[in-house]
């Protein structure tokens, strides 16, 4: 087996979460905070409250600003009161960032071997979060679904990120929370994959690599 050049990891639920996606987490806070929103209605005003962000925030705006307008969002989808809002936004983004700063430092390990970068189905402004995030500077190509006009697990993203990095399919891996978005894009590039999920003991092919943290990737690695 060749091996890999480079690096391609997910953001959201991958480089900020231990495989947990942002749905699941906004889910748990609200139970925890407010268990009578957190019922049938949650997912569909959870995906109104991110739909409203793409591709309609500014470029520039940060992780901590990214939160918080979704945690607003969600709380007007609810009928819930800004203070709600304001504690979710605010446990979500100390959990994240704390996660965030471990992945800054596995980044700075992977970084003298690899070329890295991400690809994310995101809002408009993944580059200036992960200046905000600390996270750039280890990254050679930061691919945001709303700025190339392509969703994972649409090849035409990750080939952009690809590009980007000057390396063939084949010479790298995707690490990922999403068996569809991520194993499955990954899998039709004839790109290795790494599936990160708590409790998963198999993604979509029989001899994918599967861990429950992140920080176990190197040893996941060809």
């Known amino acids: 087996m060749t091996a890999p050049e480079a690096i391609l990891f997910d953001f959201g639920g991958t480089l900020d979460a231990d495989g947990v996606a942002w749905k699941d987490r906004f889910a748990a ?12 209605g949650f997912d569909r005003a ?19 600003e990214t939160v918080e307008r979704l945690a607003a969002g969600l709380a007007r989808e609810l009928g819930a009161p800004p203070e709600l809002a304001t504690r979710v936004a605010s446990r979500f983004l100390a959990d994240s960032l704390e996660r965030l700063a471990g992945s800054a430092a596995l980044l700075d390990r992977l970084s003298p071997r690899y070329r890295l970068g991400i690809v ?24 945001d679904s709303a700025a190339v006009g392509f969703e ?22 995707f690490v990922g929370d999403s068996l ?14 790494v599936y990160l999920k708590p409790g998963a003991d ?14 176990r990737l190197p040893g996941a690695l060809p």
Request: some cysteine; hydrophobic content about 50%.
């Open 29 to 40: 806070l609200v139970r925890a905070e407010a268990p009578a929103l957190a019922g049938d």
């Open 46 to 64: 959870f995906y109104a409250a991110d739909d409203a962000l793409i591709g309609t925030i500014p470029a520039d705006l940060s992780f901590r």
């Open 120 to 143: 994310s189905n995101f809002y408009g402004n993944l580059g200036a979060v992960c200046v905000s995030t600390g996270i750039a500077r280890h990254l050679g190509a930061t691919i």
């Open 152 to 173: 994972k697990p649409d090849p035409r993203i990750f080939q952009a990120a690809l590009d980007a990095l000057a390396v063939s399919a084949d010479r790298a891996v």
């Open 180 to 193: 569809p978005r991520d194993m499955a894009g990954a899998r039709a590039m004839g790109m290795r994959h």
């Open 202 to 215: 198999a993604a979509c092919c029989p001899d994918d690599a599967v861990i429950a943290r992140l920080d």
